[in-house]
């Protein structure tokens, strides 16, 4: 496949090209407090590394809480590596979910949500992000539907490996000591992952799929954009912000944050905060104006009507609808 087709090198790669691979967190209790967020339990234990091309990323995420993301597409294939707790996603009317030691595929072009859950145990999981790019060389070698024009393979079910949870877990140590040689050692890992579960990937689970090559925002953009939403008030939300925060252009953000949403950033954010309302309407002792203050709306009526027109109803006809049920 041509290195060119469909995605834009310039896009999706998430360093200049002459700056080296680094290691960082999501967002620092630091930034949380310049958002207006008040650091606790819920901030994630986050951290990626890029090779400088950004053709593959690592990311080791222990959330604090449990963790949603609304439907997204990437330009990249996602190995997502449960260690404890569970991971779930939707893509393609499907619906799969992973346990430790258990592995699932986040598909190039293809539309999907997630959530990371916790249960007796926090959940901890390891993504490899894998530019398509990338893969196209592999695919004929391991017997797997090959890229051709827009059809491109897609990777369903879930998979059982102890060399792959062995691989994630040696990743996720390797990010947090991060002893002298651990880059290399963590573009290792993540090769091996991306070899092994192609070669054991079940056959039965793969599949071709039309998808859309529009260039997208690169999946750690994506999470990083999400957590900053996340912790922001609304008064303290500006997309040049956030754009910094990135270290991204406004127009290059918009672009792809709208292919891989099909929202813009403002109307996206809006939605997450709104909703964000709806969960502190949940507690009784929390008043209606605490909840429009929390979250920073410049006054009640502002949330009110932000309410009504996500949800059909007020937030006070919401409550008495709950408390019925």
């Not at 877990?169 to 002893?179: G, N, P, V």
């Not at 750690?220 to 912790?231: G, L």
């Not at 991204?248 to 891989?260: G, I, K, M, P, Q």
């Amino acid at each position: 496949m041509n290195d060119d087709a469909g995605v834009s090198q310039a896009d999706t790669a998430p360093f200049p090209a002459n700056e080296t691979a680094t290691i960082e967190p999501l967002i620092t209790h630091q930034e949380i407090m310049e958002l207006g967020g008040v650091p606790g339990p819920g901030v994630a234990e986050c951290s990626f590394w890029s090779r400088p091309d950004g053709r593959i990323c690592v990311q080791y995420f222990r959330p604090g809480e449990n963790t949603f993301y609304h439907p997204h597409t990437h330009s990249e294939y996602v190995i997502v590596l449960c260690l404890a707790g569970s991971v779930a996603k939707t893509q393609m009317g499907q619906t799969c979910t992973v346990g430790p030691g258990e592995a699932m595929l986040g598909n190039f072009g293809v539309e999907h949500a997630s959530a990371y859950l916790n249960d007796v145990n926090p959940c901890e999981a390891v993504c490899v992000s894998v530019d398509a790019r990338m893969l196209a060389p592999f695919l004929a070698g391991f017997r797997l539907p090959t890229m051709a024009g827009s059809t491109t393979p897609v990777f369903l079910s879930k998979l059982s490996n102890p060399i792959l949870h062995a691989c994630a877990a040696d990743i996720a140590q390797e990010l947090r000591s991060r002893e002298l040689g651990h880059t290399l050692v963590i573009e290792g890992l993540g090769l091996r992952i991306l070899v092994e579960a192609l070669r054991s990937w079940p056959r039965a689970g793969v599949h071709k799929c039309e998808v859309d090559r529009t260039p997208r925002l690169p999946r750690r953009e994506f999470v990083r954009a999400y957590e900053f939403m996340r912790w922001c008030r609304k008064d303290a939300f500006r997309l040049q912000r956030l754009c910094q925060f990135l270290g991204s252009s406004e127009e290059r953000f918009t672009r792809l944050f709208l292919a891989a949403t099909n929202s813009t950033p403002a109307r996206f954010y809006n939605q997450m905060l709104v909703e964000h309302g709806r969960d502190l309407l949940h507690d009784p002792a929390v008043s209606i104006k605490e909840v429009s203050g929390l979250l920073g709306f410049k006054n009640c009526s502002h949330f009110i009507r932000s309410f009504r027109r996500q949800f059909g109803r007020s937030p006070q006809e919401f409550r008495r609808f709950r408390n019925v049920q």
